[in-house]
Nanobody, 122 residues
Framework: QVQLVESGGGLVQAGGSLRLSCAAS????????MGWFRQAPGKERDFVGR????????YYADPVKGRFTISRDNAKNTVYLQMNSLKPEDTAVYYC???????????????WGQGTQVTVSS
């Protein structure tokens, strides 16, 4: 199976920036879509954005458009989530996921990382 290892979370003040990383390993997944999701306590897991490993097609959820950027480093099998102009409402556990035909729905992804906490103070 695919193993996803996330890093880069932490505590930041509103208006600040963080970059999350998700390193993939374990099997061939060059055609997988990579997605980012986030979940606050007591809330559902919400879609943040996704990127195609091969096509470079990128999609973002409305709340993060213009502030977050998804990118990839194919040589390292790693995807990134650059988060700028962070707001307190961005506070959540952030997860990366891999799917053959991933969309904005969590159930369309096959593999998940452990999650990394992002906390934004006001």
């Amino acid at each position: 199976q695919v193993q996803l290892v996330e890093s880069g979370g932490g505590l930041v003040q509103a208006g600040g920036s963080l970059r999350l990383s998700c390193a993939a390993s374990g099997r061939t997944f060059s055609r997988y879509t990579m997605g980012w999701f986030r979940q606050a306590p007591g809330k559902e897991r919400d879609f943040v954005g996704r990127i195609s490993w091969n096509g470079g097609n990128i999609y973002y959820a409305d709340p993060v458009k213009g502030r977050f950027t998804i990118s990839r480093d194919n040589a390292k099998n790693t995807v990134y989530l650059q988060m700028n102009s962070l707001k307190p409402e961005d506070t959540a556990v952030y997860y990366c996921a891999a799917g053959i035909a991933g969309t904005g729905i969590a159930g369309t992804y096959n593999y998940w990382g452990q999650g990394t906490q992002v906390t934004v103070s006001s």
